[in-house]
C-alpha cells in the first residue's frame, strides 16, 4: 500500500485526518511546520520537523521516505508567508518569484503541480474526513428566524462571489448590508470586526470556492470560530453543506446552544 505523507498547518484538521488515516491501516509520515502544527500531532504517527520555507528539505526528505501520496491540510496564515519569504530556502524563494500572483489558490495550486513534478501524487483527504463535512439543514443551536435566513442566503452569494476572486471563503452580513469581508487577517477577526462595526445580531457566512479543489484550501469551522462569534455578538453561522469541515461537531452543538448561535448548513449551488 502507498504511503501518505501529511503536510501539516495549524489547527485540528491534520489532526483529525492522521487519526483516520491509522484506522483504515494506511501507512503516514507527517511533515510538521515548527511554530505552525500543533506538536500534539507527533504521538499520532512519525513526524519529520521542518521551518516553513525549507522546501528543499522537505522534497528530500519525503522522497527519502519513499511518500507515494500527499495530502496537505492545516491553516499557514497567507501573511506567514507573505512576510519570511527572506528565509525562505533558494527552491522555495524560486518557486515564489514564477508565481503570476500571490493569492492563496495561485500559491496552492503551484505547490500542487511543483509535488507532481517531483513525482509525489497529491490526493483529495475528504474520503478520510467525510464524517466531518456539514451536512445540510439545522447544525446547532435553535431554528434561525426567517430575517436571519434570508441574511444567510445573502451572504453566502456575496461570499462565494468573493472565495471565487480568492480574497477570502467568509463575509459577516446584518440587514442585507455586507459589514466585513474577510482578507489578509483571517475569519476570526473578520467575524469580530463584524461586531464592532455592526453590533449584535450580525450572520456570518462561509462557502467553498466554485468548483472547489478538496485537496486544499477547503472551508474549515471550529471552536475557536464559536468563540470569536461569541464575541461579537453574532447569531448564525451560516456554512456551505458539503464543503466545510467542521471539527468537533458534538463541541459545535454543546457551544451553539451555550452561546445562542444557530448553526446551518445550506447548499449554494
Known amino acids: 500500500m502507498k504511503k501518505i505523507g501529511l503536510i501539516a498547518g495549524a489547527g485540528e484538521l491534520p489532526v483529525e485526518f492522521a487519526k483516520s488515516a491509522l484506522q483504515k491501516n494506511r501507512q503516514l509520515i507527517i511533515y510538521g511546520i515548527k511554530g505552525i502544527t500543533d506538536r500534539k500531532i507527533q504521538s499520532i504517527a512519525?513526524?519529520?520537523?521542518?521551518?516553513?520555507?525549507?522546501?528543499?528539505?522537505?522534497?528530500?526528505?519525503?522522497?527519502?521516505?519513499?511518500?507515494?501520496?500527499?495530502v496537505m491540510l492545516g491553516k499557514i496564515e497567507h501573511y506567514h508567508l507573505l512576510t519570511s519569504i527572506h528565509r525562505f530556502d533558494r527552491r522555495a524563494k524560486e518557486f515564489f518569484g514564477k508565481l503570476i500572483d500571490r493569492r492563496a489558490k495561485s500559491i496552492l495550486e503551484a505547490v500542487l503541480k511543483e509535488l507532481e513534478k517531483e513525482g509525489f501524487n497529491p490526493i483529495d483527504p475528504s474520503p478520510y474526513l467525510s464524517s466531518l463535512l456539514a451536512p445540510e439543514g439545522l447544525i446547532g443551536g435553535n431554528e434561525p428566524s426567517k430575517e436571519l435566513l434570508e441574511d444567510a442566503y445573502f451572504g453566502l452569494k456575496i461570499a462565494r462571489e468573493i472565495a471565487s476572486l480568492d480574497i477570502g471563503q467568509t463575509v459577516v452580513v446584518k440587514d442585507k448590508i455586507v459589514i466585513a469581508v474577510e482578507g489578509l487577517e483571517g475569519t476570526d477577526r473578520c467575524i469580530i470586526r463584524g461586531g464592532e462595526?455592526?453590533?449584535?445580531?450580525?450572520?456570518?457566512?462561509?462557502?467553498?470556492?466554485?468548483?472547489?479543489?478538496?485537496?486544499?484550501?477547503?472551508?474549515?469551522?471550529?471552536?475557536?470560530?464559536?468563540?470569536?462569534?461569541?464575541?461579537?455578538?453574532?447569531?448564525?453561522l451560516a456554512v456551505e453543506a458539503e464543503k466545510t469541515f467542521l471539527i468537533e461537531r458534538e463541541k459545535l452543538k454543546e457551544l451553539s446552544h451555550k452561546f445562542n448561535i444557530s448553526i446551518i448548513g445550506i447548499r449554494v449551488d
Open 46 to 70: 512519525p513526524t519529520r520537523w521542518l521551518y516553513l520555507g525549507q522546501a528543499q528539505k522537505l522534497i528530500d526528505t519525503m522522497k527519502q521516505d519513499s511518500i507515494s501520496d500527499v
Open 197 to 236: 462595526l455592526a453590533g449584535e445580531g450580525t450572520v456570518v457566512c462561509k462557502v467553498a470556492r466554485r468548483n472547489q479543489d478538496m485537496r486544499y484550501d477547503v472551508p474549515v469551522v471550529g471552536e475557536k470560530t464559536l468563540k470569536s462569534m461569541k464575541k461579537a455578538k453574532a447569531r448564525l
